[in-house]
C-alpha cells in the first residue's frame, strides 16, 4: 500500500468538478482493505463518481473502488445467483448478465457508476430498484476491522435509500463494499409498465419483449433524455421526487391539474421534481456555468469551469424556486464531499 498524494479528482466525477484528495488509493482487491496504514484517518469511498458532487479538495484519503470479477455463484431450481466485484461497471455488468441469458437487470441498463455504490442509494428506474433482485452485499468494515454481509433485508432499501445511507455507516467512510450478489429468477416477466418504455416497444411494434429488446428500448429512450456526462457533465437527476402527504398532492391537483402524481403503497403521494422545476421557470435556465437541462429539468448540468461553489448556488436557486411556487422542498440525490 502506497497511497499517492495530492491526487487531481476532476476525471472522477461525472460533473467534472475540481478537486483534490490530499492521499488516494485504489483498491484492486477486497485484502488491501484490511491494510494496517488504512486505519484510523478520514477517509471517503469513491466508485465511478456519478453520484457525487465534490465541493473542493478532501484532506483525507480517497479510496478508489476497483475490485473486478463477475461470475455465476450458483443456481437453484428458482434463480440464478450472480456475483460481481464493487468496481465493475455497472452498465457493462447488467449487459453481461444479458448475454449469458440471466435476465432481470435490463430495466437498469445504462446507469453509469459501479456495481458496488448500486446498493448506496438503491439505483432504480424504469419501474424496478436494484434492492429487488439483489440477494446480498459484502462490506469491509473499518470499525469492526472485518469482513461485513448483509442480506436484502438488512439493506432496507427504500426509494432512493438504504441502510448503507443513514448516519454512522458509509457516509463517514466507514464501510467499502467489496462484492454484491445478485438473484435473478428463472420466472422472468418483462417489467414494461413505465409509460415511456412501453411508448418505445410499442413504436417498434414490439408486443412480446424479451430482456434485451428492454434494454435496448431502455437504452434508446435514456440516450434521448439524459446528457452524456462525457459531453455535459452531470450527475444524474439532481433531486429525489418529494414524496408528499396525499392532502398536499390533492390541493396542488387543484391548482395545477397537470401535476404528475404517483401514489405510494404508505397512501402518501411522489410528484416529478422535473415537472415542478420545469414549471417554475428552471428548465434550460442557469446560473452562471451551472444549469438545469434543457431536455430533462431534473438534471443539473456543468456547462464548463464550474466549482462546487456554483452548484451549489444554482442547486439553492431551484430549490427557493420551487418551494415558492409549490410549497414543496427538494432533497439532492448526490452525496456531497
Ligand atoms: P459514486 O458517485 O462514486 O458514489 C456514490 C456514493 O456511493 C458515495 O457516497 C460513495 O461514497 C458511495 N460508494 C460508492 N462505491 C462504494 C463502495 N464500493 N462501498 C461503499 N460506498 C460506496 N441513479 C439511479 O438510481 N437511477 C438512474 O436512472 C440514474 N441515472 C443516471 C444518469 C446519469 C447520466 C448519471 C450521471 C447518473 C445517474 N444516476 C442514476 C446516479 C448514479 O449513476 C448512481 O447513483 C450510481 O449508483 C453511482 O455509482 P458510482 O459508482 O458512480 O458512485
Ligand atoms: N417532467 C417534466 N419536465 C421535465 C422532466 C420531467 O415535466 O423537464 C415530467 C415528465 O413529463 C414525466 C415526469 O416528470 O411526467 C417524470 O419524468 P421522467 O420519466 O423523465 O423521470 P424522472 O422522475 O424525472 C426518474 C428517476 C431517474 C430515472 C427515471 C426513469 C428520480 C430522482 N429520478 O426521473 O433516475 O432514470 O425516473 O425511471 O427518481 C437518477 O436517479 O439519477 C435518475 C436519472
Redesign the pocket.
Known sequence: MNPSTNVDLSPFNTLALPGRAARYQKITAPEQLSSAELVGEKRFILGGGS?LVLTGDFDGLLLHMAIPGKRLLKEDAEAWFIEAGAGENWHDFVQWTLSQGWPGLENLSL?PGTVGAAPIQN?????LEVGECLQSVTAWDFDKNTFVSFGRDDCRFA??DSLFKQQGWHLNGRIAITSVVFRLPKAWQPNIR?A?LAQELAAHQIATPSARDIAAAIIAV?QR??PDPVVTPN???F???PVVEATQAATLATDYPAL?RYPQPDGRVKL????L??QAGW?GKALGPVGMYE?????LVNHGGATGADVKRTMAAVQAAVREKFGVDLTP?PIFL
Open positions: 453520484n446507469i439505483i432504480g428506474a424504469y419501474g426509494y432512493r413505465y415511456d435514456r433524455k439524459l450527475a444524474g437527476s433531486f429525489h421526487n404528475p416529478a421534481a422535473g415537472w422545476i420545469e428548465k431536455k430533462q429539468a431534473l438534471v440525490e
